[in-house]
């Protein structure tokens, strides 16, 4: 009882003290408390406030990197009591720690400790948040800075992530703040969905882990961090899953940019200088998009221009009549002083033919890389299989095989569709599948340019070229089981012995055999 009354008795002469003495003296004796309790103490202690200076208005970005750190290192596992939400900008839950609450951590064989600080501003309802860090005293000159840099790394690959995909669109409005509208990007193709050769798809993974982790590299030798692709190949070919299997991949943003859409080389640059880091730029059909791609010499032949190089340049410019942007603002978006004005870019161009593209656009510098996707092979059809019916192996493989390397061509958006609509029965989606080849091959696709002459003469030899497409055509959505191989299905006069067109049609009959006496040996 005596120790209870003295100790009220203590802090009854604090109170009278606290009302009594200055505030200024107060405050001293504050600090020099504070000073001494530092001196004995085995630890340092760092505060991180929410905003950085006085007046609370700029957000302190160490806070925010703190704060997206320890949702990576998952706090509940030490910490009694949390804070959860999930922003409309995320697609995963995070954690906040809740008032003077603490999360331990260790760093270098060292033990450290996050405490989370809110005060109340007095005679208001905002709040003082902070996070004060404690480490060992005698290791702080080695370890803050080494640890703060590793916090801030973690932190920003958390974010990107962790936070959710963006998909933008120009919305014919650059040169205004914000002349792009987005959506969430959730594309389901990945690189493991992706129906590519598998030497392509580990060149290609390669070739983008190391650009994401070029940085320092790219600083180095002086060059701004970012990197061009052309995709070009046949439609439905996949140029737009890989675009989206490459968002996926490296968990970037996509700005789709409609050339159309854009009035002038100004509003061009404008449109690139509010695109973020960590984006992929897809320009599509580029050879399309605008009157930019054609051969400039003959351009200028049909305009009768000038002699003299200037002369010539301003001709080609002015010649745009239908395209707004000129081929030197594309180039210098691409290429210029302009595109140097973020990091850690990709820019990506697609067409269906190579050729029609200007070399301006595609030569190295610009597209880096050249990415043919083509007809669909048989790693390729197997993925697809894989993907919409489930089955890694079946007996008809070594057939689709051998209708392939006959010159069997279809893209993975056609074999995709046939699998798509028989996927309830693999069986019969294969079979449809090694139909379409076989039409293909009689319809010339995969026969090189002696084998489509070979097949023209035989519809020119044909009494109705109409009704033979219009069975081609019906052979693509039919199965094996309701086609007829033989030549006089197609009608038409009797064509030369030994002729290309009766060599395809033998084999299609030799393929029909195989096929029927693998569904003998199965059943």
């Not at 009157?291 to 003299?308: E, N, Q």
């Not at 410019?317 to 850690?344: A, I, K, P, Q």
């Not at 051998?402 to 069986?427: K, M």
């Not at 076989?438 to 995969?446: D, M, N, T, V």
């Amino acid at each position: 009882m005596e120790i209870l009354s003295q100790m009220w008795s203590f802090l009854g002469l604090l109170t009278v003290l606290q009302n009594v003495l200055p505030s200024q003296l107060l405050s001293l004796l504050h600090s020099f408390y504070e000073s001494l309790q530092d001196f004995f103490s085995p630890f340092s202690y760092f505060e991180i406030p929410e905003f950085n200076g006085y007046c609370g208005v700029e957000v302190n970005d160490l806070y925010r990197h703190v704060h997206l750190y320890l949702n990576s290192i998952n706090p509940s596992s030490t910490c009694r009591r949390l804070t959860l939400s999930r922003s409309k900008t995320s697609n995963q839950i995070s954690f906040t720690i809740a008032p003077n609450h603490t999360v331990h951590d260790t760093f270098n064989n060292h033990h450290l400790s996050w405490t989370h600080h809110v005060d109340t501003v007095q005679d208001s309802l905002d709040e003082k948040r902070s996070f004060s860090l404690k480490l060992p005293k005698k290791h702080r000159q080695t370890l803050l800075s080494s640890y703060l840099s590793f916090v801030s790394a973690r932190a920003e690959e958390f974010e990107r992530v962790s936070r959710e995909r963006r998909l933008y669109t120009n919305n014919g409005h650059g040169s205004y703040e914000s002349g792009w509208v987005s959506v969430p990007f959730r594309h389901p193709s990945t690189f493991e969905t992706l129906v590519l050769e598998p030497e392509l798809k580990e060149q290609l993974t390669e070739d983008l882990t190391a650009f994401s982790n070029g940085k320092e590299f790219y600083h180095r030798v002086g060059r701004s961090w970012k990197r061009g692709y052309l995709l070009y190949g046949p439609p439905g070919s996949g140029k737009s899953s890989l675009i989206a299997a490459m968002a996926n991949f490296l968990c970037y943003d996509v700005y789709d940019l409609e050339l159309t859409k854009v009035s002038d080389n100004s509003e061009l640059r404008a449109l690139l200088i509010q695109t973020t880091n960590r984006s992929i730029i897809v320009i599509e059909d580029i050879d399309c998009s605008l009157d930019l791609t054609a051969d400039r010499v003959s351009k200028m032949k049909s305009k009768k221009s000038k002699s003299t190089e200037n002369t010539q340049r301003r001709g080609f410019e002015d010649g745009n009549e239908n395209g707004r942007v000129t081929l030197s603002g594309l180039l210098n978006f691409t290429d210029g002083l302009w595109s140097c004005c973020g990091e850690e870019r990709i820019i990506v161009f697609t067409t269906n033919h190579r050729d029609n593209v200007d070399p301006a656009l595609v030569r190295s510098g610009r597209m880096d890389v050249h990415v043919r996707l083509g007809i669909c092979g048989i790693h390729a059809f197997k993925a697809l299989v894989m993907n919409y019916l489930g089955v890694e192996s079946h007996v008809m493989f070594d057939v689709v095989e051998s209708c392939i390397r006959a010159g069997g061509s279809l893209t993975p958006a056609e074999i995709g569709e046939i699998l798509l609509r028989n996927r309830r029965d693999a069986d019969l989606a294969i079979k449809a599948v090694l139909s379409a080849l076989q039409a293909s091959i009689l319809k010339g696709g995969g026969g090189g340019g002696g084998g489509d002459r070979d097949l023209m003469e035989g519809c020119r030899e044909s009494d109705d070229t109409a009704k033979m497409q219009e069975s081609v055509d019906r052979m693509l959505l039919d199965s094996p089981d309701h086609w007829d191989s033989s030549p006089g299905k197609f009608g038409g006069k009797k064509r030369k012995e030994g002729s290309n067109w009766e060599r395809k049609v033998k084999f299609l009959v030799r393929l029909k055999s195989l096929t029927k006496s693998d569904s003998g040996r199965r059943g």
